[in-house]
């Protein structure tokens, strides 16, 4: 099969060397990418188009990757150039922005949910999938690292799934940031470190992997947080912990993609604030 990669950043790349694991062509669109992207790209042997539409019209399927914030509208610039395959998003998206999106492309639209870091060895990274056409796209992921799982049961469920997960992990890394912070604004860090010591072991270990972990991809994780906000408010669930959270990440920006921040520069973002910050904003609906 022709499947195109919309786009292939850290974690997207990896789902088209996984495609090309299994014998099928990727292409991706070459046109205004970073230097980074286009060497990952280039490196992974993808096959790059100059146009969306030259994608769309040479692709069986399309997967699309991108931040939280971007994914109806690309959704709709694909559907919009007359797309007759199978659409897969596979981004950080509430369970009914996936049915939004869906209903450009009917049965033909599969919905994803990534779980795990880019998947560069075999047990870190499950690609869920939900819909009707879930058994048939999770086999054509059924050699290397990356493990699809083709779900029973409707669209939604996939995103359904990745919004718990990561309402938990990214939802307490931004929690643990914040703690440190808070200690390190009233001067009483020393004293909540040799406490986590005594009576939480391993907490400050914790906080230094999710400044290192999170912050570089900090910026894309807030509008993920606001995607898993609106998860919860569809529930009945508060919803206000993940949008504080949106707001914690969004301070870390300045830090997009550096590959070593320190725990004290991520505190000092975090304390300085932002204007948007004077109050609490809505979550996508």
Not at 28 to 54: P, Y
Not at 69 to 87: I, N, P
Not at 232 to 249: E, I, K, T
Request: aromatic fraction near 6%.
């Amino acid at each position: 099969m022709k499947i195109g990669l919309l786009h292939p950043g850290q974690m997207g790349v990896t789902l088209g060397m996984a495609l090309r694991q299994n014998a099928h062509e990727v292409l991706w669109l070459a046109d205004q990418r970073s230097a980074a992207t286009t060497t990952r790209a280039q490196q992974a042997g993808f096959i790059g188009v100059e146009t969306q539409l030259d994608l769309v019209q040479r692709s069986d399927a399309v997967i699309c990757v991108c931040p939280p914030a971007a994914a109806k509208e690309v959704a709709g610039q694909v559907a919009g150039l007359g797309f007759d395959g199978v659409y897969i998003d596979a981004n950080a998206v509430a369970p009914q922005t996936a049915v939004e999106i869906g209903t450009s492309f009917a049965e033909r639209f599969v919905d994803g949910g990534i779980i795990g870091p880019p998947a560069y060895k075999s047990g870190s990274t499950r690609l869920y999938l939900s819909g009707a056409q879930a058994p048939e796209v999770a086999g054509w992921f059924a050699r290397g690292a990356l493990q699809a799982v083709a779900m029973d049961a409707p669209v939604g469920a996939a995103s359904a799934l990745k919004m718990s997960y990561a309402g938990y992990t990214k939802g307490l890394s931004a929690l643990l940031l914040a703690t440190q912070a808070l200690a390190e604004h009233h001067a009483v860090m020393p004293w909540l470190a040799a406490e986590w010591e005594q009576s939480q072991p391993g907490t400050a270990g914790r906080v230094e992997r999710a400044a290192l972990g999170s912050a570089p991809k900090a910026w894309r994780f807030a509008g993920e947080m606001r995607e898993i906000a609106a998860s919860y408010n569809q529930a009945d669930l508060p919803m206000g912990f993940h949008l504080a959270a949106a707001q914690l990440y969004e301070r870390l920006a300045p830090l997009k993609d550096q590959s070593e921040p320190s725990l004290a520069q991520v505190v000092s973002l975090l304390l300085q604030g932002s204007p948007e910050d004077n109050a609490v904003s809505g979550a996508t609906d």
